[in-house]
């Protein structure tokens, strides 16, 4: 998946440092990240790159031996040999620890971003020093980054494996998936599996099994991967303004391969081997 990037080690330990000229500038703009690429390999501007005269920068991770910046404030103009790539660049980008990187920058990007303000009172919210959290001095509100709870689901039915594709809409993804779904409140992450699969498919399920979880930035969301098996009738009933399809598939006939990138398609290509049995 997007985040195995050993042995490369992902460090989000958060402390207050100076960037060097070496180190690596994340930069965005209008859903957008700055790269190049060279030999079909994705790179960021290093800190020396970036010249103009105010900038707003912080610290976000370290991956092994290489630290990335975030400009907060963004470029002013552009930059030469670097040009703007939309972040389903990541998705199969070389080396995967730089996409990894990149998307996960710019969900702490969008974060600061979108919280400029106390949500409470209006006043300017201040970074931390200590920890990753901005607060507001005059009324004591503390933002952490958004990660929002959410589930991917592997419907069962013997050797049949339940996929979905969602509707037509701007932005979405149309391709085969599981079913999935973010956690309400009050709400176990098994009691999300049964709500969501009675809500997208009409289905009733039973003997749910963690399975493993994702972080998956571009939607600042944790997934959860649950494995269980239809309970009861069979026949599937769409929610048509979420799903346009909903099929079973045999074992042996299902026309998603594992990318490497995502939750949804390492548990399709669990159950095709039979994986599954053994949770």
């Known amino acids: 998946m997007i985040q195995d990037i050993a ?12 960037p060097t000229a070496e180190d690596w500038m ?9 790269c190049r690429f060279d030999n079909e390999k994705m790179y960021f501007p290093k800190v020396k790159e970036i010249t103009q ?5 912080t610290y976000l991770f370290t991956i092994s031996d290489e630290r990335f910046f975030l400009l907060k404030n963004g470029l002013d103009g552009e930059l030469e040999g670097y040009g703007w790539e939309k972040p389903v660049i990541f998705r199969n980008a070389r080396p995967q620890y730089r996409g990894f990187a990149g998307i996960t920058g710019m969900q702490l990007f969008d974060w ?4 400029k303000f106390c949500g409470r009172c209006g006043k300017s919210m201040v970074p931390d020093h200590k920890e ?3 607060h507001c001095e005059c009324c004591g509100n503390m933002v952490y980054p958004k990660i929002c709870p959410g589930i991917i689901v592997a419907v069962t039915n013997g050797d049949k494996l339940l996929l979905t594709k969602y509707a037509p809409a701007p ?16 709400e176990t992450l098994e009691e999300t599996v049964q709500r969501e699969v009675m809500e997208e498919v009409g289905l009733k399920v039973k003997n749910i099994r963690y399975y493993k979880s994702q972080p998956w930035s571009f939607s600042s ?24 399809v909903g099929e079973w598939f045999d074992r042996d006939n299902i026309p998603v391969e594992d990318d490497g990138v995502s939750l949804t398609r390492e548990m399709i290509g669990v159950f095709k081997i039979g994986g599954e049995k053994n949770l």
């Open 26 to 34: 994340l930069v965005y703009r209008d859903g957008k990240v700055l």
């Open 221 to 244: 969301t944790l997934l959860c991967g649950f494995f269980c098996e239809v309970d009861g009738d069979t026949d599937i009933t769409l929610d048509t303004e979420e799903l346009a």
């Open 132 to 134: 990753r959290m901005v």
């Open 53 to 57: 005269e105010e900038q707003d920068v």
């Open 171 to 186: 932005g979405r993804n149309t391709n085969y998936a599981l079913v999935a779904g973010f956690t309400e409140i009050g």
């Open 7 to 18: 042995p490369k080690k992902y460090v989000n330990h958060y402390e207050e440092q100076s």
């Open 112 to 115: 600061y971003r979108s919280n």
